[in-house]
């Protein structure tokens, strides 16, 4: 996978150039201070676990933004399984480049692998179902492009991206509304034609209310496993059925068996641990 130029250009480059203006304030002291002059540099990836790489064009641009001859070589891709000790790549270019980006290149790549390591894992507990795992909008500010990439890197697929992008009635949206009905009848009202309309309900009446009210995906959102069994049969069809809530690792293989058609985890950006990846070996070159 790889981000598109344009949405590199236009949505990513403003966020890692704001990452890194809030590294270096005014210079790198340490870096000016052991190198006051240009000299080209390298300096080797390496990977520190086993996981799912992810965020390379991010790791690079954090270096091409500072100086736009620097260059990376992969010996990987986005979304390649890797080993811990492996040799994902190299970086060169002014060796004071390399030491003021490095932290920033390696952030978004440690952080962006660990997702999709985590993702990996998830997605893999619903192997051979046609149902899809879904992410939230519980992502780190600013970061959502890069956390959401690597959601869709690690075999999971992005709920909506913004508030901009879809109906969704959460709860409060519903007691605003004064109930279910209303909620969806006012949605239908003022959202475009091309939305469908999504409503979290946490009871089986709620559940019926949405159906009557002809919500278009159905999220059952904290309920036991017995009331969603129960409520995915009274749906019956009539609209596409989302788990969520408390979704983990370790129940989502029974959530599966409820016959739905997504399973949303908020888990999968929010909680994932990072990757550990390390630039070492750094040395002048001709």
Same mark, same amino acid.
């Given at each position: 996978?790889?981000?598109? #130029?344009?949405?590199?250009?236009?949505?990513?480059?403003?966020?890692?150039?704001?990452?890194?203006?809030?590294?270096?304030?005014?210079?790198?002291?340490?870096?000016?201070?052991?190198?006051?002059?240009?000299? #080209?540099?390298? *300096?080797?990836?390496?990977?520190?676990?086993?996981?799912?790489?992810?965020?390379?064009?991010?790791?690079? =641009?954090?270096?091409?933004?500072?100086?736009?001859?620097?260059?990376?070589?992969?010996?990987?891709?986005?979304?390649?399984?890797?080993?811990?000790?492996?040799?994902?790549?190299?970086?060169?270019?002014?060796? =004071?480049?390399?030491?003021?980006?490095?932290?920033?290149?390696?952030?978004?790549?440690?952080?962006?692998?660990?997702?999709?390591?985590?993702?990996?894992? !998830? *997605? *893999?507990?619903?192997?051979?179902?046609?149902?899809?795992?879904?992410?939230?909008?519980?992502?780190?500010?600013?970061?959502?492009?890069?956390?959401?990439?690597?959601? =869709?890197?690690?075999?999971?697929?992005?709920?909506?991206?913004?508030?901009?992008?879809?109906?969704?009635?959460?709860?409060?949206?519903?007691?605003?509304?004064?109930?279910?009905?209303?909620? !969806?009848?006012?949605?239908?009202?003022?959202? #475009?034609?091309?939305?469908?309309?999504? !409503?979290?309900?946490?009871?089986?009446?709620?559940?019926?209310?949405?159906?009557?009210?002809?919500?278009?995906?159905?999220?059952?959102?904290?309920?036991?496993?017995?009331?969603?069994?129960?409520?995915?049969?009274?749906? *019956?069809?009539?609209?596409?059925?989302?788990?969520?809530?408390?979704?983990?690792?370790?129940?989502?293989?029974?959530?599966?068996?409820?016959?739905?058609?997504?399973?949303?985890?908020?888990?999968?950006?929010?909680?994932?641990?990072?990757?550990?990846?390390?630039?070492?070996?750094?040395?002048?070159?001709?």
């Amino acid at each position: 996978m790889m981000i598109d #130029p344009v949405t590199m250009k236009l949505n990513a480059d403003p966020l890692i150039l704001s990452a890194l203006q809030e590294d270096i304030t005014s210079g790198d002291v340490s870096a000016n201070s052991v190198m006051p002059y240009a000299q #080209p540099g390298e *300096a080797d990836l390496i990977c520190k676990q086993d996981g799912i790489i992810c965020g390379l064009q991010v790791f690079e =641009r954090a270096f091409t933004l500072l100086e736009e001859t620097a260059q990376a070589e992969f010996f990987v891709s986005d979304g390649d399984a890797v080993s811990s000790g492996q040799l994902a790549g190299t970086v060169r270019g002014d060796i =004071r480049t390399l030491l003021c980006a490095e932290r920033t290149a390696l952030n978004y790549l440690q952080r962006m692998s660990g997702i999709a390591t985590y993702t990996h894992s !998830v *997605a *893999a507990l619903l192997k051979g179902t046609d149902i899809k795992l879904l992410d939230t909008r519980k992502t780190s500010p600013n970061n959502r492009i890069f956390e959401k990439y690597a959601v =869709r890197t690690g075999g999971g697929c992005n709920h909506r991206y913004n508030l901009s992008d879809g109906v969704l009635l959460k709860d409060n949206h519903i007691g605003a509304a004064g109930g279910v009905k209303q909620a !969806v009848a006012m949605a239908k009202e003022y959202a #475009p034609f091309v939305r469908k309309i999504e !409503v979290e309900v946490e009871t089986l009446d709620m559940v019926k209310e949405a159906v009557e009210a002809g919500a278009d995906i159905i999220m059952l959102d904290n309920m036991t496993y017995d009331q969603m069994k129960e409520a995915a049969d009274f749906i *019956a069809g009539r609209a596409e059925i989302e788990v969520s809530g408390n979704v983990t690792k370790e129940n989502i293989a029974k959530l599966a068996t409820l016959g739905v058609d997504y399973i949303s985890s908020g888990a999968l950006t929010h909680s994932a641990p990072i990757l550990d990846l390390s630039l070492k070996n750094l040395h002048a070159v001709s």
